[in-house]
């Protein structure tokens, strides 16, 4: 009797086993379909904030030099085709609104994938959205269910199937960067970046995962350099305390465009699109140009003129024409 019921309770578990076995075998197989079905139409509204991660898994293999992870802060403040041209260094903004460490650190997975950066560039606002510890870690928790089957992650496009005229997202991604011709100026200048011995600490999980994505970095061979857009809504002495001494821990690099926003020549009257939160298109070209001084000294390859890249060249000349004439109705405003 006792080993009729051991046989029938073995029976159960291995039917068990086996099923949920099929189960991920065919979600496996289904998300690999979602995923190519993603990147055909990276230019469905359906996307979402998805669309960054789609748009980075269209870039050809072994294309990126430079991988720029972060919020909208990134995206608002670093110009991978101003950088090509003025360079011929590639780089892509991996970037997300709102983006959660967790999100950082997929995206980072996912750009590594078929990437082989030299450098990663790493907007720090993300690390200090506090999301609360019990939201953050269900957030690791999604995104990890994300990871291992990404249906879940597009499950929205099955409403694509069939339908040729579904809508396009309104906004061009150039590589990840997105443009914006508003002004808001912002005029409370007095406290900004003002002298204090504080410092701002990253919560705890954001800590965590900032570690795993530096080891994930390095074990990539690649370099991680952190840096802070010129935000005077989201950075403060605090920060740039707590960050300098974080980076001389790790013996990383840390620029904060707060403490050279004189010298990059942000104009807060005209340089952010909502007050001091963002840069518009001004504002990013002077960040970028900053930023291209410290990455021309990292040894990068120049690839303007190589075949290969004619896509970029074709697409750099296309983003200055229409950058260009976004500054000059920007600095045409009072």
């Known amino acids: 009797m006792q080993d009729s019921e051991k046989k029938s309770r073995r029976r159960i578990w291995l039917r068990c086993i086996g099923f949920f076995v099929i189960l991920a075998i065919l979600l496996d197989v289904v ?44 995206y608002s403040s670093f110009s991978p085709l101003q950088v090509y041209h003025d360079t011929g260094i590639t780089s892509f903004v991996a970037a997300q609104p709102i983006q959660t460490v967790s999100e950082m650190k997929h995206m980072l997975t996912v750009g590594l994938r078929h990437q082989h950066p030299r450098v990663v560039l790493l907007e720090t606002d993300t690390l200090y959205c506090d999301f609360g510890s019990i939201y953050g870690m269900k957030s690791v928790l999604d995104q990890t269910v994300n990871n291992l089957f990404p249906v879940f992650q597009y499950h929205n496009l099955w409403k694509l199937f069939g339908n040729e005229d579904h809508p396009q997202a309104e906004i061009s991604f150039w590589k990840g960067y997105q443009m914006s011709s508003e002004v808001r100026p912002f005029t409370d200048l007095q406290n900004y970046m003002a002298p204090s011995d504080q410092q701002k600490k990253l919560l705890w999980l954001n800590l965590l995962v900032l570690k795993q994505i530096r080891r994930q970095v390095e074990d990539a061979g690649a370099q991680l350099v952190l840096y802070s857009s010129a935000s005077p809504y989201y950075y403060n002495m605090a920060t740039h305390n707590y960050l300098t001494s974080l980076a001389d821990e790790w013996g990383i690099t840390y620029i904060d465009l707060n403490m050279a926003s004189e010298e990059i020549g942000i104009d807060w009257n005209k340089d952010t699109k909502d007050g001091g939160e963002h ?21 990068l390859p120049d690839h303007r003129g190589d075949s290969a890249y004619s896509s970029w060249d074709e697409m750099a000349d296309q983003f200055l024409v229409q950058v260009k004439n976004n500054i000059a109705q920007i600095n045409e405003q009072q």
Do not use: P
């Open 279 to 299: 840069l518009n298109d001004a504002g990013a070209w002077k960040a970028t140009e900053y930023l291209i001084g410290i990455l021309e000294k990292m040894d």
């Open 31 to 74: 998300s690999n379909l979602f995923v190519h079905f993603a990147v055909s139409n990276k230019g469905s509204s359906l996307l979402k904030r998805n669309g960054a991660e789609v748009d980075l898994l269209s870039q050809d293999k072994d294309s990126i030099d430079v991988l720029v992870l972060g919020d909208s802060e990134a």
